[in-house]
């Protein structure tokens, strides 16, 4: 007997191509919620680039960029003058060591807090906990200086005014705020304590994508609990950790501008003048080098991509997703 051919499971069952007018005509709401973003940032991102070209060009702010001659030495003049200002290359260093700190010692705290959180067994004490760590995160600096200068002061911070009645020394102060290595602390303490809780609530959300089963299958195979975190939990986390180092790497050479303004004294600027306080300082406040300033946020632009993709390669050489 012949035998009878069986049709091919494995043949690919041809696709029904909807037309992209139909499409549009089916979705055109959306694309029309799509084009507000699109406009916002075209008019406000991308159309004030062209104004880069003050960083190369004559400090003119009253003519266009386009319009106004060259500067020195092949349009770097501005590059060459800031990197041989001694206050740029403090700041340049202030930054750079500012953002290792809050990598190293605040990168970890919201993935430690996801972890305790995680572990909590009761639920209404979890979801307190969760709402006081990251309420800070909707507080001012300005607000967050005020509290601090009331707690942290030299003489009549509370901190302080409980320590001399401990210690019975009324000479026995702390320099939080005026003394440039411990204002480092408190500068990085503070921040720690402002947006670590905001930053828990990425990783619990991203702990919620782990299935309990291995939880159990871990169990039943005799992990304890540190056993289970450091073998089911902590690989769950690291795609969501590697993506948020790689962005953080990306500022390294950022710098906020309300944080170190608000928490600085004169008693500690060779340590709290970073980059964006160089920035107000030479552009706005008086000195009027708009080019200088352009030239300077081009420099760390240009800096924290390299830093972002450079992350970005290394992620994916060690079998990570990345971002890109």
Not at 28 to 57: C, E, G, N
Not at 164 to 177: E, R, S, Y
Request: charged fraction near 15%; glycine fraction near 8%.
């Amino acid at each position: 007997m012949s035998q009878v051919q069986q049709p091919s499971l494995s043949r690919e069952i041809p696709r029904h191509h909807t037309n992209w007018k139909t499409y549009l005509r089916r979705y055109w709401t959306l694309y029309l919620l799509l084009a507000i973003p699109i406009a916002f940032f075209v008019i406000f991102r991308y159309f004030p680039m062209a104004y880069i070209l003050m960083a190369f060009k004559k400090n003119n702010i009253i003519q266009p960029p386009w319009l106004v001659d060259w500067a020195k030495n092949s349009g770097f003049e501005w590059f060459i003058k800031a990197f041989k200002d001694k206050l740029f290359l403090r700041a340049l260093e202030n930054t750079i060591k500012l953002n290792l700190l809050d990598l190293v010692c605040g990168f970890p705290a919201p993935i430690l807090m996801a972890l305790i959180l995680n572990e909590l067994a009761f639920k209404r004490f979890k979801k307190f906990t969760q709402t006081v760590l990251y309420l800070p995160h909707f507080l001012s600096w300005i607000i967050i200086s005020s509290l601090a200068l009331r707690l942290l002061a030299d003489n009549d911070g509370l901190v302080n005014i409980l320590n001399k009645q401990m210690t019975g020394n009324p000479d026995a102060v702390i320099p939080f705020l005026s003394n440039p290595s411990w204002w480092v602390g408190s500068y990085i303490g503070l921040g720690i304590w402002k947006e670590a809780g905001w930053g828990t609530i990425i990783y619990l959300a991203a702990l919620t994508s782990i299935s309990p089963e291995l939880y159990e299958a871990a169990a039943v195979d005799g992990a304890g609990r540190f056993r289970r975190i450091w073998h089911v939990t902590l690989p769950g986390l690291r795609p969501t950790i590697v993506v948020l180092l790689i962005m953080r790497l990306g500022y390294i050479l950022g710098s906020e501008f309300d944080r170190p303004l608000a928490l600085s004294n004169k008693l500690v600027t060779d340590v709290s003048t970073v980059l964006s306080i160089y920035v107000y300082q030479k552009g706005i406040n008086g000195g009027g080098q708009f080019s200088l300033t352009t030239a300077v946020g081009l420099f760390q632009s240009v800096v924290g991509v390299l830093f972002l993709f450079g992350a970005n390669f290394l992620a994916k050489r060690f079998g990570e997703r990345g971002i890109m």
